[in-house]
């Protein structure tokens, strides 16, 4: 690839994931159609009433890796890359997991791990975001401009709201102990991986320091860094601040604690 087409495919890339590619605007139309699974980048459903016609527009889930819609997955893979914008990162960590999985087995284990992936994972789709990945433990969310709009890093703020509210009125996840970490700032996002393992993820130092949040929040607890704080419109005033020394950052980083 050249250097000027490697130039339009990134700026391609950022008119995507920015919200001026108007193609990729049906996707806020989509999200109200019945009803998930749906794909993580369109929001197209894959079951319910809205399956069928998805199916017929080539939107039915691709058979080697059933996030995606076979029309979207075709897009990544033709189109590898992908650009630096502005975004919102949440991570979800369900604390002491191999604690409560001696405790109950793995069969239990598994089945509330599955019902806590599933009421975050609608709750993020709720919240215009892209579902990155579940991994081990905890659940992902993206929140880019063209999804969640120039307030994503509000939307991943109430986002963090509403999956702990919604697994505390869930019988069976309202016991599992969940932190929640929530950063903005500007990462990588795009495809990478290659064939059957392409994957929309974010990559960079956000990525890293929500990750370290989520890991250092208690069960119940929301911690927000003061960037994304103030970027979501917080008032701050009532709020406890603390200072973490997270892994790998050499200076302190200061948050605001939300609790369920």
Known sequence: MGADESTQQDEAWRAVLLGTDP????????????????????AAPFRGAGGPLMRLIGKEPWDKNPKYCGSCFNMLTAHHGGAEIPCSLLFADVRGSTTLAEEIGPAKFRARMDRFFDRAARVLIDFDA????????????IFIPALAGQ???????AAARGVLKSL?????????????GVHTGVAFVGAVGSGAHTELTALGDPVNVTARLASAAAAGEILVT???????????????????????????????????
């Open 151 to 157: 307030a994503h890093a509000a939307r991943a703020v």
């Open 23 to 42: 193609r990729f605007r049906r996707r806020m139309l989509l999200k109200f159609l019945p009803s998930p699974p749906r794909c993580k980048i369109c």
């Open 130 to 141: 892209i579902v990155d990945k579940f991994a081990g433990d905890e659940v992902i969310g």
């Open 226 to 260: 003061v960037a994304a704080a103030r970027a979501a419109g917080l008032d701050e005033s009532d709020l406890e601040h603390r200072e973490l020394d997270l892994k790998g950052k050499s200076e302190s980083t200061s948050v605001v604690v939300l609790r369920a």
């Open 168 to 180: 505390a009125h869930d019988t069976d996840t309202r016991e599992l102990p969940v932190g929640v």
